[in-house]
């Protein structure tokens, strides 16, 4: 190396290389994927598998405001305004006049309603495929979620982390 060339940069380790639950984002992805083949291979258009619970909730209750809907599948109200920007784009939510000039409420177009049985279809099959899947496991996933539930209502996962964050030198 002559004077003139730059040293190196030393590589620094990167810790998101390494992630416990990185393969089960990645299977759920991956199964997500699945279900979107299946919607393209019905010339379903607009609308991805992570939208379908929003769009089968409006079908069921009827128009809701975001914050209501948010509550209804348990999801932020920015994530479910997200998702509705989506389905607006798409066409297969439209907004409405609320009970008050402050608030609007999201219906289902005419598009996603001649599609809700459809949906629903996909939705109870998709659930008949994961008990069917479970019952080959020797461990559900079902069982994991339960029992992860249970073990953060005895120790929280910020207080997981708090604690071992603590010991870390590098977050003081």
Do not use: C, N
């Not at 030393?10 to 984002?25: A, I, K, T, Y």
């Not at 496991?137 to 069982?143: F, T």
């Amino acid at each position: 190396m002559t004077s003139d060339e730059p040293a190196p940069r030393p590589q620094s380790f990167d810790p998101s290389e390494e992630s416990v639950w990185r393969p089960l984002r990645l299977l759920l992805s991956a199964m997500d994927d699945d279900i979107a083949r299946l919607y393209a291979g019905a010339a379903i258009e607009g609308i991805r598998p992570t939208h379908v619970m929003e769009l089968l909730r409006l079908h069921a209750r009827g128009p809701m405001t975001i914050t209501e809907l948010a509550a209804s599948v348990h999801l932020t109200h920015s994530a479910v305004s997200q998702k509705v920007a989506a389905l607006r784009k798409a066409g297969m939510v439209r907004t409405v006049p609320g009970s008050d000039a402050r608030t609007k409420r999201v219906a289902l177009t005419a598009k996603s309603r001649r599609l809700a049985s459809r949906l629903a279809a996909e939705w109870q099959a998709t659930e008949r495929a994961l008990v069917e899947l479970e019952a080959e496991l020797p461990y559900p996933l079902s069982r994991v979620v339960t029992d992860i539930e249970q073990a953060l209502e005895r120790r929280s996962f910020h207080d997981r982390i708090r604690a071992l964050l603590a010991e870390d030198p590098e977050w003081q």
